[in-house]
């Protein structure tokens, strides 16, 4: 069976979920990824290919239909990048059979084109949490039918060893080192934690951002390091005796990969509850979930305070886990729905209908749903482009006129609009 998978890149957790599903697809399963716009990082892509799987760029529109054509099943990796919204808009599109898997909640900006999850032959989220989402609610019964959920973050398969250390408890973070989605409850629980503790934060960080402005602030900053981005994720998760995760109520992560993986090495997890995280961690089984500040302050004593409790939360983390999210079960699930939906009738696709003609049409079908009025906010008037923000569509089509306008609508001086 020929999958053609349309990705604007496969970097990321994207690119990680990809690699680790293709080493355990069927050999008659024959994946070509055409990627539409040059990879930064070739790490995942090399992976793909020693699975057998075809790499290719998009050398434009009429190319990507061609391939498309080709296949048998058309799976569109689906966020809010705006080269994937040109792509749907403007790609003249022979009849498919669609799948959309879908790398953002939607239960916050961004949100989901309901009319989107109508038209694709099937619709698949990462996260159970992503059906709460407004634009789940909108859609008709058949609709419903479409929807799948097929998770992309997975375990270690090899569990480094754990290293054991005496004296000060360590706590690790690693992930997005940016408040767009680490909450800054972070910093407020480890400063009045009444016991010391290490604490060590692995991610991409900007030593004169936000974030290590409010490290240094606090009353104990020598409780934290910022280590950096780590290539081994499971050997900078080694030392640390506690995962502390707590991520703002909106953002826009789905299967969480760090998560999944701290768990899978057996470490008793702390998150909010947000929907994301409730998906994953079962409060005083796998993990413990707060709810506030001080629900975060009053865990963390709890969990520094009972080996018991660590090992008794990690050992069942590590065990749900490699029951329920593997590379080879999410394998299943796509063999599973491939098949199924090879077996109905390929569909001329429509998607400029539902995301528009223009680039600012496609910023604001990720941005209010049918009926809704467009509020600009602090996304619009950003001038980093931070991916899927108002300057990524304009960085990706500089000078197009309708970004001008929209940019002009979210002036201050102007009214309200859409």
């Known amino acids: 069976m020929r999958i053609l998978h349309i990705a604007p890149h496969l970097g990321g957790g994207v690119g990680k979920a990809h690699a680790a599903i293709a080493a355990a697809l069927p050999p008659w399963i024959r994946q070509t990824f055409l990627l539409l716009e040059p990879p930064r990082d070739r790490s995942y892509l090399e992976r793909i290919e020693a699975s057998g799987g075809h790499i290719i760029m998009a050398r434009d529109l009429n190319h ?14 689906f966020w809010n990048h705006p080269r994937l919204f040109e792509c749907l808009a403007r790609a003249e599109f022979p009849p498919l059979r669609t799948v959309f898997w879908c790398h ?3 239960i916050a900006k961004p949100v989901i084109p309901p009319a989107l999850m109508e038209r694709a032959g099937r619709f698949v989220f990462t996260t159970e949490a992503s059906m709460i989402s407004r634009s789940v609610a909108m859609l008709s019964e058949a ?9 992309s973050g997975f375990g270690f398969e090899e569990i480094p060893a754990r290293s054991l250390h005496g004296g000060t408890p360590s706590l690790a973070y690693l992930g997005t080192v940016d ?8 910093f407020d629980a480890i400063d009045r934690l009444k016991n010391d503790v290490s604490v060590r934060v692995w991610g991409h960080f900007d030593p004169a951002g936000p974030v290590v402005a409010r490290a240094r602030a ?4 020598q409780r934290i390091a910022f280590c950096g981005h780590t290539g081994n994720p499971g050997q900078a998760l080694a030392s640390a005796d506690i995962f502390f995760y707590p991520l703002q109520p909106d953002h826009y992560g789905t299967s969480e990969n760090a998560l999944v993986e701290a768990m899978s090495l057996g470490l008793p997890v702390l998150v909010l509850n947000n929907p994301a995280e409730l998906a994953i961690v079962r409060h005083g089984e796998t993990g413990l979930v707060a709810a506030s500040l001080l629900d975060c302050v009053q865990l963390l004593e709890a969990l520094l305070a009972s080996s018991e409790l660590r090992e008794t939360l990690g050992r069942n983390a590590a065990r749900h886990v490699a029951e329920t999210r ?3 079960r ?10 199924d939906l090879r077996q109905t009738p390929a569909r001329k696709p429509d998607f400029r209908a539902i995301v528009g003609e223009e680039p600012a049409d496609w910023y604001l079908a990720t941005q209010c749903l049918p009926g809704e009025r467009w509020n600009p906010g602090p996304a619009t008037e950003s001038p980093l482009p931070v991916k899927g923000r108002f300057a990524h569509f304009a960085a990706a089509f500089p000078g197009d006129p309708s970004l001008a306008r929209l ?7 102007a009214p309200e609009s859409r």
């Not at 990507?64 to 990796?77: G, N, T, W």
């Not at 609709?143 to 998770?151: D, E, M, P, S, T």
């Not at 940019?407 to 001086?413: F, G, Q, T, V, Y």
């Open 64 to 77: 990507v239909a061609q391939c498309a054509a080709e296949a048998d099943i058309v799976q569109f990796e």
């Open 104 to 106: 953002i909640s939607g």
């Open 143 to 151: 609709g419903r039918r479409k929807l799948a959920v097929i998770n």
């Open 179 to 186: 408040f767009v989605k680490m909450n800054p409850v972070f």
């Open 218 to 221: 606090s009353r104990r900053p």
């Open 326 to 328: 593997t590379p080879a």
């Open 330 to 339: 999410a394998a299943r699930q796509f063999v599973e729905l491939w098949q």
């Open 407 to 413: 940019a002009a609508l979210s002036s201050p001086a």
